[in-house]
């Protein structure tokens, strides 16, 4: 039975597509529907729509049920449509109808609704956990092979000297604006959507803000209507934060592959982090990369598909929305592995030494020529050209130290003023307020 079932019982076909795979991505949400269903009937006793005992007893069966999710020991039964069907389903059975009054005052729209916040609201969490992990480990290395030298380079030809420490600290520095979207699709994400019902409110006198304060959120969505319009919209949003993580992440993976091949053999990693070739066994492959690569840039392509498959839909519900989880929820399961793997990874690269001794990367210090005569007085434009001369009669013979000073350069990082700055961002997440609400309703 379905909870919008009345007297007719779907075709089997039609019942098949439109549930799809919503009872599989509904468990992501099973434990998030418990605590929304936890804060709604509080909210209920306290306009007197619940009676006290009510209270106790439903809220000791659904702790209970969220000790099972927590346990793996829960799922959604065969012929049960999705999460809260099957929750309010088995306090039925066990509390007869008093299990029945815990969908007053709200609308299967607006338990959605808060329960894809609340989720998506803990895997924001988890990310930024995952980003501070890769970022912490990038800095470390910056410092550790500051002093190690490799080539830089632009539209692929040999450019100017750069080092492991600039390379190391550059992603570090790409995550900290990273998390500065993430940080603002976090405050959409962080309001109440709870007791907009089906998109227009309830006839119940609800208060919602006793629902956002037991549920931690920062603030509700207070129009109805655009608490409605939010799904899809959150989505999206959420989506296009962590692309730009996705994005730092690729990016640093094709460097990776790209410096590990033996045409420029710039570090290397243990055997048994890369793989080999059924056919030719000197192959040390960088598949890890390869994938974490891939796997980011479909996640860069995740908020245009989510926006083409919400463009131009009127306000209120519609069942396209519920296609969202499917593409949604399991990238964000890619998103956490890429950053751990790249966090093994990186925490076993072997830098390799002396990379630039190699005549071959003599013209990198070009510019280092150039600019030695411009501070000698001769004219930019000048220098310039005799530097491009020597180099064309074979008169080019360079000095190969390196001297820069200047704030983010070779010799001046800046490393601790970029963690600062990442400090400041996570500082900004509410996560001890949010775990502390949660704590108080499944206490």
Same mark, same amino acid.
């Given at each position: 039975?379905?909870?919008?079932?009345?007297?007719?019982?779907?075709?089997?076909?039609?019942?098949?597509?439109? $549930?799809?795979? @919503?009872?599989?991505?509904?468990?992501?949400?099973?434990?998030?529907?418990?605590?929304?269903?936890?804060?709604?009937?509080?909210?209920?006793?306290? &306009?007197?729509?619940?009676?006290?005992?009510? /209270?106790?007893?439903?809220?000791?069966?659904? %702790?209970?049920?969220?000790?099972?999710?927590?346990?793996?020991?829960?799922?959604?039964?065969?012929?049960?449509?999705?999460?809260?069907?099957?929750?309010?389903?088995?306090?039925?059975?066990?509390?007869?109808?008093?299990?029945?009054? &815990? #969908?007053?005052?709200?609308?299967?729209?607006?338990?959605?609704?808060?329960? =894809?916040? /609340?989720?998506?609201?803990?895997?924001?969490?988890?990310?930024?956990?995952?980003?501070? *992990?890769?970022?912490?480990?990038? &800095?470390?290395q910056s410092e550790k092979f500051k002093d190690h030298l490799l080539p830089g380079y632009t539209h692929l030809q040999l450019a100017m000297p750069s080092s492991f420490g600039l390379?190391?600290?550059?992603?570090?520095?790409?995550?900290?604006?990273?998390?500065?979207?993430?940080?603002?699709?976090? +405050?959409?994400?962080?309001?109440?959507?709870?007791?907009?019902?089906?998109?227009?409110?309830?006839?119940?006198?609800?208060?919602?803000?006793?629902?956002?304060?037991?549920?931690?959120?920062?603030?509700?969505?207070?129009?109805?209507?655009?608490?409605?319009?939010?799904?899809?919209?959150?989505?999206? $949003?959420?989506?296009?934060?962590?692309?730009?993580?996705?994005?730092?992440?690729?990016?640093?993976?094709? @460097?990776?592959?790209?410096?590990?091949?033996?045409?420029?053999?710039?570090?290397?990693?243990?055997?048994?982090?890369?793989?080999?070739?059924?056919?030719?066994?000197?192959?040390?492959?960088?598949?890890?990369?390869?994938?974490? +690569?891939?796997?980011?840039?479909?996640?860069?392509?995740?908020?245009?598909?989510?926006?083409?498959?919400?463009?131009?839909?009127?306000?209120?519900?519609?069942? @396209?929305?519920?296609?969202?989880?499917?593409?949604?929820?399991?990238? $964000?399961? #890619? /998103?956490?592995?890429?950053?751990?793997?790249?966090?093994?990874?990186?925490?076993?690269?072997?830098?390799?030494? *002396?990379?630039?001794?190699?005549? %071959?990367?003599?013209?990198?210090?070009?510019?280092?020529?150039?600019?030695?005569?411009?501070?000698?007085?001769?004219?930019?434009?000048?220098?310039?050209?005799?530097?491009?001369?020597?180099?064309?009669?074979?008169?080019? #013979?360079?000095? %190969?130290?390196? #001297?820069?000073?200047?704030?983010?350069? $070779?010799?001046?990082?800046? *490393?601790?003023?970029? +963690?600062?700055?990442?400090?400041? =961002?996570?500082?900004?997440?509410?996560?001890?307020?949010?775990?502390?609400?949660?704590?108080?309703?499944?206490?």
């Amino acid at each position: 039975m379905k909870l919008w079932q009345k007297d007719k019982a779907s075709l089997r076909e039609v019942e098949k597509f439109t $549930i799809g795979k @919503d009872q599989e991505m509904d468990m992501f949400l099973a434990r998030f529907d418990v605590l929304g269903s936890l804060a709604h009937i509080q909210m209920l006793e306290s &306009i007197s729509l619940l009676e006290k005992n009510e /209270l106790l007893v439903l809220s000791a069966e659904l %702790k209970s049920i969220y000790s099972r999710i927590e346990s793996g020991d829960f799922s959604v039964e065969p012929g049960v449509e999705d999460i809260h069907s099957q929750v309010e389903l088995e306090l039925t059975k066990k509390l007869g109808d008093v299990g029945k009054k &815990i #969908h007053s005052g709200r609308s299967r729209n607006d338990q959605v609704l808060v329960d =894809v916040k /609340l989720y998506l609201r803990y895997e924001i969490q988890e990310v930024v956990t995952e980003v501070k *992990n890769l970022f912490d480990l990038l &800095i470390t290395q910056s410092e550790k092979f500051k002093d190690h030298l490799l080539p830089g380079y632009t539209h692929l030809q040999l450019a100017m000297p750069s080092s492991f420490g600039l390379w190391f600290g550059a992603y570090a520095e790409s995550l900290t604006d990273d998390l500065t979207t993430v940080h603002a699709a976090y +405050r959409v994400v962080n309001k109440n959507p709870l007791g907009s019902a089906a998109g227009y409110g309830s006839s119940f006198p609800l208060n919602r803000m006793l629902t956002t304060q037991l549920l931690g959120f920062e603030t509700l969505n207070y129009n109805v209507v655009y608490a409605q319009m939010g799904r899809g919209k959150t989505e999206r $949003i959420v989506a296009s934060a962590f692309a730009n993580v996705a994005a730092t992440l690729a990016k640093l993976s094709m @460097d990776a592959c790209l410096f590990l091949n033996q045409n420029f053999g710039f570090f290397s990693f243990p055997d048994d982090l890369t793989t080999g070739s059924s056919i030719m066994p000197h192959k040390k492959n960088p598949d890890v990369f390869e994938l974490i +690569r891939a796997r980011c840039n479909q996640l860069v392509a995740l908020p245009n598909e989510i926006s083409l498959m919400t463009a131009n839909l009127p306000s209120g519900y519609h069942r @396209d929305l519920q296609l969202l989880k499917e593409i949604l929820f399991p990238a $964000i399961q #890619h /998103l956490k592995d890429c950053l751990r793997m790249a966090h093994l990874m990186l925490s076993n690269i072997q830098v390799k030494e *002396n990379i630039l001794a190699d005549e %071959k990367y003599q013209y990198l210090f070009s510019v280092e020529e150039v600019n030695k005569l411009v501070l000698s007085g001769v004219p930019f434009r000048d220098a310039y050209r005799k530097v491009g001369l020597d180099i064309e009669q074979g008169n080019y #013979h360079p000095d %190969k130290k390196i #001297h820069h000073t200047h704030e983010g350069s $070779i010799g001046n990082l800046q *490393n601790e003023t970029i +963690r600062q700055m990442m400090d400041k =961002v996570i500082s900004q997440f509410d996560f001890k307020v949010v775990e502390e609400a949660m704590k108080k309703l499944v206490g």
